[in-house]
């Protein structure tokens, strides 16, 4: 079954300057290992929850292009800013048949592996809907090694104090993007619209957290902005964190910049290598 969110991707150009960029920001971001199949590197930041954050860049972006990296390379080529997410299972093989008998378009698993800088190899199997790790919908992800091995549990920086509350997904159609989360999780989502009356579509209330399938009907704002630049996909992601009001006083010490709200404040996108991270 799918036990709750996995972790998020975030596509950069450059994983060494991202990574500094992440430690500015009080994330504890550290090196993660070599994808040698798919072009790719990554880098790893652990929340307190056990999800984490991925920083990916593509070492050899022709190769990733020919792999389900594809739509990735198309994706960041566009910008930086989140790829896509994925979930947990904790029994892919049939978790997959089950999707594939609600009509949704999900591979057999596969196997992936990596290599941590320490020599130790990581290993695990995904199945991807639409042969993608970006688009409206994730990807599902089941650990062969242990997966402390994947990923340490968070011990220092803001990431040890970061839970997830919610992210949201851009879609072109609400409605289609509905049925599809009602078949992948088995949950009725509701309608629901921003103060702004700019985005509208739906959140998915799970008890590990919630997912908003949100559409833009007007042009002009972020959200309609990724859906044309960077395509549907993963959004906006919400952390909740203990003391944040002593985190808002840190960034704005260290110049990062930020947009405040009732429930906490945004991290100015371009001072997160475009992904937009909401602190509550």
């Given at each position: 079954?799918?036990?709750?969110?996995?972790?998020?991707?975030?596509?950069?150009?450059?994983?060494?300057?991202?990574?500094?960029?992440?430690?500015?920001?009080?994330f504890d971001a550290r090196a993660g290992g070599?994808?040698?199949?798919?072009?790719?590197?990554?880098?790893?930041?652990?929340?307190?929850?056990?999800?984490?954050?991925?920083?990916?860049?593509?070492?050899?972006?022709?190769?990733?292009?020919?792999?389900?990296?594809?739509?990735?390379?198309?994706?960041?080529?566009?910008?930086?800013?989140?790829?896509?997410?994925?979930?947990?299972?904790?029994?892919?093989?049939?978790?997959?048949?089950?999707?594939?008998?609600?009509?949704?378009?999900?591979?057999?698993?596969?196997?992936?592996?990596?290599?941590?800088?320490?020599?130790?190899?990581?290993?695990?199997?995904?199945?991807?809907?639409?042969?993608?790790?970006?688009?409206?919908?994730?990807?599902?992800?089941?650990?062969?090694?242990?997966?402390?091995?994947?990923?340490?549990?968070?011990?220092?920086?803001?990431?040890?104090?970061?839970?997830?509350?919610?992210?949201?997904?851009?879609?072109?159609?609400?409605?289609?993007?509905?049925?599809?989360?009602?078949?992948?999780?088995?949950?009725?989502?509701?309608?629901?619209?921003?103060?702004?009356?700019?985005?509208?579509?739906?959140?998915?209330?799970?008890?590990?957290?919630?997912?908003?399938?949100?559409?833009?009907?007007?042009?002009?704002?972020?959200?309609?902005?990724?859906?044309?630049r960077r395509g549907e996909g993963l959004y906006?992601?919400?952390?909740?964190?203990?003391?944040?009001?002593?985190?808002?006083?840190?960034?704005?010490?260290?110049?990062?910049?930020?947009?405040?709200?009732?429930?906490?404040?945004?991290?100015?996108?371009?001072?997160?290598?475009?992904?937009?991270?909401?602190?509550?």
């Amino acid at each position: 079954m799918i036990t709750g969110f996995d972790h998020f991707i975030v596509l950069v150009n450059d994983l060494a300057a991202a990574i500094e960029t992440y430690r500015k920001l009080g994330f504890d971001a550290r090196a993660g290992g070599q994808h040698p199949a798919f072009g790719s590197h990554n880098a790893l930041i652990a929340l307190a929850d056990g999800t984490y954050l991925e920083l990916v860049a593509f070492q050899d972006a022709a190769l990733a292009a020919k792999t389900f990296w594809g739509a990735g390379v198309t994706k960041l080529r566009a910008g930086e800013g989140f790829g896509g997410y994925v979930l947990a299972s904790n029994d892919l093989a049939n978790d997959a048949a089950q999707l594939r008998q609600r009509a949704l378009n999900i591979g057999e698993p596969s196997a992936g592996s990596r290599v941590r800088p320490d020599g130790q190899r990581v290993a695990w199997h995904i199945a991807l809907f639409d042969n993608s790790t970006v688009g409206v919908l994730p990807f599902l992800i089941q650990d062969d090694t242990p997966r402390a091995l994947r990923i340490e549990p968070a011990q220092e920086g803001l990431g040890s104090r970061a839970r997830v509350k919610e992210i949201v997904v851009a879609v072109k159609d609400a409605d289609a993007a509905r049925d599809a989360y009602r078949a992948l999780l088995g949950v009725e989502p509701t309608r629901v619209k921003n103060v702004a009356g700019d985005a509208q579509g739906y959140r998915v209330a799970l008890s590990w957290g919630s997912i908003v399938l949100a559409h833009s009907p007007r042009r002009g704002n972020a959200l309609a902005d990724q859906v044309a630049r960077r395509g549907e996909g993963l959004y906006a992601l919400t952390l909740q964190i203990e003391g944040v009001g002593r985190d808002r006083r840190e960034l704005k010490q260290r110049g990062i910049e930020m947009v405040s709200d009732a429930g906490g404040f945004l991290i100015a996108p371009e001072f997160a290598c475009g992904a937009r991270i909401r602190l509550v």
